[in-house]
Structure formats: C-alpha cells, structure tokens
C-alpha cells in the first residue's frame, strides 16, 4: 500500500511538514516493501489552488494515506472525493509518524483543520 | 479626459479627492470602483436609476462526456480545477472550485470531448443613478467573494467618451487597483506625509510607470509627519498638485457624510484648479513643466 507523508527534507529523519499544499517535500512509502521516495512540492509556490493540486497529486499516484499536520477546505475536498484517509494533527519526525500511522494512533480526520491559504502563513 | 484617485496606503483621502473633483465639474461621470466596499453613494446620496447583476463564466463538467484525461486542470492557470481518475479508491470526477476561477474560458476550450460548458456565477452588482449633474456608476461585490477584477470591468464599461470622468480606485497596488486605473489618462496618487504613506506611495509610482500612465500627488493632511514624501516627490519630479491640510472640521463633515458642506465647498476653486493643471500635464505626460 502507498501512503504519503508531508515533510520539510528529503528523508525519513526529517521533520513533518505541518503544511499538505504547500509542504516542501511529499514523501511516497510503500508500506509493503518499505520503500520511499520523496518528491519536491510542485504546488509549494502557487498563488492559489495548492491544495487542490496537490490533492489532485495524491489521487494521480494511486496512494491510501495522507500523512500531515493540516488539511484546508479544498484540500480536504479533492482527498475525501478521491477516497484517501487524511490524518492530520501528526508532528515529529517522518519516521516516527509512519511508526504511530503503523501502530494504529492516528484517527482519520473527516473534516478540514484548518483555513484557506493557511500554508502561506505558517512558512 | 478620464482621471482616476488611487492611494496605495488606504484612508489617505481617495474619497474625499474623488467627489470633491467630481463636484467641481459640469454633468462629470462618478465611477466607484472599490467595489469591495463602495462608500460614495453614502456622501453622494444618488437616486439609483438601474441595477445589474454581474456573473463570471465557470465551467459545468458533463462527467457522462468527460474521460478524465486532466486536460483542464492542466490548462488552469488558477488551480481551480481537480480531475481524479476513475481508481480503486474511486469513481473518476472532476472537482471545480468557483471561487478560484478566473473565467478565462481555457478549460472549455481546450476540453478534447466538448465535456465542459460554462455557466453564469453572480459576483455583484453595478448600479447607476443621479445626483445632481453627476451620472454616478458603483460596483459591489457580494461578500466573501474575492473575484473583484470583472466586476470593476463592467463598472468602466459605462464610461461615455467625451466625459469628464472621475474614478475613485481601490487601495492597494494589485489587480484591483490596477484594473481601475487602467486607461485613464491621469492618475492622481493621494498620500499623507508619514513614512507608511511614503512606503505606499512609492510602490504605487512604480505600478503607474509601469502602466506608463501620467500622474501627480495630492498630499493630504499635509501639515503632519515628515517631509519625506515632499523630498521623494521632489527628487523623482512628481508634481504635487495639492496640499490639503489636516483640520478637524473636514474630518467631521466627512464623518457626517457630508460632501456639501462649506468646509469642502471652500475647497472647490482648488480643485478646479487643479483638474486645468491635470489637463495640461496629462499633454505633456504627467512631468511638471
């Protein structure tokens, strides 16, 4: 199964990106095999619509799992229409949240934590 | 000859500027375009003649028709748009957000399966009335709704060639602000000498000598702060066309809403002066002689 965790490096030591649209860096993990890679953001800079893109990423690489600290409106919108789990609220470093994602700790978020555009802020 | 007043920094006297250059000419047309929050009509007091709602196009997906094949998110320059293939975790759809949506028109366009129309969405509306020899024309953009550019547009769009024209611009130096000023053929920045109002000033000199559009200052409570907004005007030769200084009786008589009262009235000569000024610095490009 493919799952994707936001992050602010390009490894499994780095450190969540609280941010899902505007997330520097989208780390793919296959839970299966234990594989990863990790892909820049190309919707980090957007004006607008970077959630919906990168929502838009998510459903395109076929992944059951989205793995971040928070989830706008419209990003929210394009995951639960493409059938994705969000889990939000999670920090630390990627490593540990595939560990709590593994162990069961997390709760699928079923709405929105946070505002429009919010990723632009929290840079 | 079509002036528009425009400020960068908000609160310097737009407004104030506006009508009382509009009250000093014969039968002028009054445009308001901050249509995110149009306050003329409250000095003004126009009898409103006509009304109209304004749309944008969006684009409507017959998903019987579409294949999914991503092409209008791909073309859409705003994001506004989110195709999801038909997969295991679900049904293929297309996810339209209207609120980003430009109305370009692209997606339609370029659709391989004629699977997209456009429908109508309202943004607000453009009214016109009278007051006096004044034919005044405002937008007001519905609340919460972040698309102003088209609406400012049709707001211009009652522009009548051969008028004195008087646009009270939004603040700012963005989209708005640029789609107001736009085709005038002068352009009055309205600024107040603190270093704020400099900072603002500066970044609206550069948007109009990027728009190439010729224009002058007017410095409004002239006698507070500092002289650094006079110094920079000096230095890059903008002709200050006004100083209007601060005095508690204008600002009480605008707090009342009341464009007519003699505190304004005093100031009309200055204006009409001012706008024969305008008339030849727009002739010679906006450099002071």
Do not use: W
Not at chain 1, 9 to 35: H, K, M, Q, W
Not at chain 2, 161 to 183: F, N, R
């Amino acid at each position: 199964m493919k799952i994707c965790i936001t992050s602010a490096g390009e490894t499994l030591d780095s450190a969540v990106d609280p941010r899902f649209g505007r997330c520097a860096y989208f780390i793919f993990l296959d839970t299966d095999t234990g594989n990863f890679q990790a892909r820049n953001n190309p919707n980090a800079e957007f004006q607008g619509g970077a959630g919906i893109q990168s929502g838009q990423l998510m459903a395109a690489e076929g992944v059951s799992a989205v793995i971040t600290g928070n989830i706008g409106p419209n990003a929210h919108q394009v995951l639960s229409a493409s059938g994705i789990d969000i889990f939000t609220g999670v920090c630390g470093t990627v490593k540990e949240a595939i560990e709590g994602y593994k162990a069961g700790k997390y709760k699928p978020a079923s709405a929105p934590n946070t505002g429009a555009k919010s990723g632009m802020r929290e840079k | 000859m079509i002036i528009s007043i425009a400020s960068g920094k908000g609160g310097t006297g737009k407004t104030t500027v506006s009508l009382n250059l509009a009250l000093s000419l014969n039968n002028p047309q009054f445009l308001d375009c901050d249509v995110e929050e149009p306050n003329a009509h409250l000095f003004l007091k126009p009898s409103i003649v006509s009304s109209e709602t304004v749309s944008v196009p969006v684009p409507e997906v017959d998903e019987s028709k579409c294949t999914f094949c991503g092409k209008c998110a791909e073309v859409c320059a705003y994001h506004a748009i989110a195709v999801i293939p038909s997969g295991e975790r679900s049904r293929g759809k297309v996810l339209v957000f209207p609120n980003l949506c430009h109305g370009c028109g692209s997606c339609g366009l370029l659709c391989p399966c004629g699977a997209i129309k456009e429908a109508p969405r309202n943004i607000g509306t453009v009214e016109r009335g009278v007051k006096g020899g004044i034919d005044f024309i405002h937008g007001s953009l519905n609340v919460g709704e972040a698309m102003s550019v088209p609406l400012i547009r049709r707001v211009k769009e009652h522009i009548e060639s051969g008028k004195d024209v008087v646009i009270d611009a939004p603040p700012g130096t963005s989209c708005p602000m640029i789609a107001a000023v736009k085709g005038s053929d002068f352009c009055i920045l309205v600024s107040e000498p603190t270093p704020f109002g400099l900072n603002d000033f500066v970044l609206a000199v550069e948007v109009l000598r990027k728009l190439k559009l010729p224009f002058g200052a007017v410095i409004n409570r002239s006698d507070i702060g500092d002289s650094s907004l006079e110094d920079y005007c000096g230095k890059e030769e903008i002709p200050v066309l006004m100083r209007i200084p601060f005095s508690r009786k204008i600002a009480e008589a605008y707090s009342r809403g009341e464009i007519g009262d003699p505190v304004f009235q005093e100031l009309r000569n200055d204006f009409r002066g001012m706008h024969e000024r305008i008339r030849g610095l727009s002739a010679k490009g906006g450099r002071p002689a």
